[in-house]
């Protein structure tokens, strides 16, 4: 701490010795009103009361404060001086201590900042846009990338939330090991398959043998090689031919529209831009699991009334959705 801080500190902490802040209270009624009997109404006590708290005030600022002037009571200059930074310090506590109670969403200047990958921006957040336009034209939203999907990004404030996968935690970005972190549960997804319309060999209903004998795109955000697809084929002793791995949700049903490469990926994808690409959705051959995208944020946000109306909305969005 620096000497002219320290400084400040003792000398407001000697100016408040011994002072009751509610006095400071009753100064900035009794400098509004100029009437003893009627700020005594007002704190529900009696005009005694009010005139002792008065006394005191004049004791601690050694001040008369409010002198009469025929019927009525007028403020000396040095309570002229006290009026605006009484009032000033009162409306910074309240502030500061109670919790903001006029939050409007039509009126809220706010822009949040949303970590994700390019699957939950295509997937999620053309209907938060059209959402967040009907209910408060003036909040915004910025989409900081699949790389700001981590635990000391939210503890930091760099990020106001997380979305990605996960039952409880995010394996390989870091927020299973960070204290404090905040989820809900926004959807669960399951796995469709994305071909084009026009496909030689991929008429109707996809079977298993028609889908190993095909070429495929596969989706690999973190760059390494295999899948949750893999793993199941791997299991029944099938492998499929991989022709091309892309590290972009989105540019993977733009190569499928243009060759004939099959793309296994969540059904929330292949319902986002099939009819965009003139692109059919089947149904997988085998059994896969379906996964989960939470929602994450930092615990000391949980209060917060504009933060927590954001995430609100998006959850009952996503609710009114399913």
């Known amino acids: 701490m620096n000497e002219p801080r320290e400084r400040m500190q003792g000398e407001l902490h ?3 010795a011994g002072l009751d802040l509610n006095l400071l209270v009753t100064l900035d009624a ?8 009627e700020t005594a109404e007002r704190f529900g006590v009696t005009q005694s009361a009010m005139s002792h708290r008065l006394a005191r005030l004049r004791e601690v600022f050694d001040d008369p404060l409010l002198v009469s002037a025929g019927d009525a009571l007028v403020l000396t200059p040095r309570a002229e001086e006290l009026q605006a930074p009484i009032r000033l310090a009162l409306s910074g506590l309240k502030d500061a201590i109670l919790p903001a109670a006029d939050f409007d969403p039509r009126e809220a200047r706010r822009t949040f ?12 957040l053309p209907s938060l846009l059209r959402r967040l336009r009907d209910v408060s034209p003036s909040i915004s939203v910025r989409m900081a990338g699949r790389g700001w999907v981590r635990g000391d990004a939210l503890v930091g404030g760099k990020i106001d939330f997380a979305i990605a996968p996960g039952e409880g935690s995010i394996p390989g970005v870091g927020l299973e090991e960070t204290r404090g972190i905040r989820q809900r549960k926004l959807v669960t997804d399951g796995f469709s398959v994305l071909v084009r319309h026009g496909h030689p060999r991929v008429k109707g209903t996809l079977t ?21 697809v893999d793993e199941v084929l791997a299991k029944q002793n099938h492998q499929r031919r991989i022709r091309a791995q892309v590290a972009s949700f989105l540019s993977a049903p ?3 529209a243009q060759t004939d490469y099959l793309l296994t990926c969540p059904t929330s994808l292949a319902d986002a831009t099939h009819e965009a690409l003139g692109l059919r959705i ?8 379906r996964t989960s995208l939470f929602l994450y944020w930092h615990e000391r946000m949980q209060q917060d009334l504009r933060h927590r109306w954001f995430r609100e909305e998006l959850l009952g969005l996503i609710e009114s959705q399913k």
């Open 282 to 289: 089947l149904k997988p051959p085998v059994s896969l699991p």
């Open 113 to 124: 900042v949303l970590a994700a990958s390019d699957l939950a921006e295509v997937s999620l």
């Open 254 to 256: 733009f190569l499928v």
């Open 208 to 228: 298993l043998k028609r889908y190993l004998a095909e070429d495929h795109v596969l989706v690999a955000p973190q760059g390494q090689p295999g899948s949750l």
């Open 14 to 16: 000697a100016a408040l």
């Open 30 to 37: 009794l400098l509004e009103a100029r009437n003893v009997t």
